[in-house]
T-cell receptor, first 116, second 114 residues
């Protein structure tokens, strides 16, 4: 069964460093998302992406964050200068349709980011 | 921001019995609702969804009920099995959100014991 994959599974970085989290969405999906879950808190939306453009972003997704689809398979989240509060589990998700009749998003296993 | 609320952090049910997980929402613009299951060290797995034009959707052992007037939905699992033990998240999407940004509740830990 097709699945969303994410690498690395765990990333440790020092405050102020740049990190890139990678995702390979399900191959025929066209809609991509990043969410994060800080320990003990709920899953929060960061950004949605379609046709090489950001479709929607939350207030969390500030200028330190960027997303890219560098080729036909990868979808990346870059944090330019990490802060301690960026420590969280980051989930990538994809969907094969963006119309109103079906909104199932399929999630990857997550990347645990630890900022020290 | 508590637009989606799951007020029970945990639920314990005996195998074979019904599990009922509840979810409330405050945003009247929400028109699509989903339930996800999550095991430790894995991402959320889609279980079942319901559009606001329906009040019930069933898929095998899983049924979701939607009460729009009460802004309440519930997930019923019958019969419950030990493998159902996981964290269950309720999520909602609003009309006007271009690609279906999901708002999640905090989750309910379901434990099914033999």
């Amino acid at each position: 069964e097709p699945e969303v994959t994410q690498t690395p599974s765990h990333q440790v970085t020092q405050m102020g460093q740049e990190v890139i989290l990678r995702c390979v969405p399900i191959s025929n999906h066209l809609y991509f998302y990043w969410y994060r879950q800080i320990l003990g808190q709920k899953v929060e939306f960061l950004v949605s992406f379609y046709n090489n453009e950001i479709s929607e972003k939350s207030e969390i997704f500030d200028d330190q964050f960027s997303v890219e689809r560098p080729d036909g398979s990868n979808f990346t989240l870059k944090i330019r200068s990490t802060k301690l509060e960026d420590s969280a589990m980051y989930f990538c998700a994809s969907s094969d349709r963006g119309d109103r009749s079906s909104y199932e998003q399929y999630f990857g296993p997550g990347t645990r980011l630890t900022v020290t | 921001d508590q637009q989606v609320k799951q007020n029970s952090p945990s639920l314990s049910v005996q195998e074979g019995r019904i599990s009922i997980l509840n979810c409330d929402y405050t945003n009247s613009m929400f028109d699509y609702f989903l339930w996800y299951k999550k095991y430790p060290a894995e991402g959320p797995t889609f279980l079942i969804s319901i559009s606001s034009i329906k009040d019930k959707n069933e898929d095998g052992r899983f049924t979701v009920f939607l009460n729009k007037s009460a802004k309440h939905l519930s997930l019923h699992i019958v019969p419950s099995q030990p493998g159902d033990s996981a964290v269950y998240f309720c999520a909602a999407s609003a009309s006007g959100s271009t690609l279906g940004r999901l708002y999640f509740g905090r989750g309910t830990q379901l434990t099914v014991w033999p």
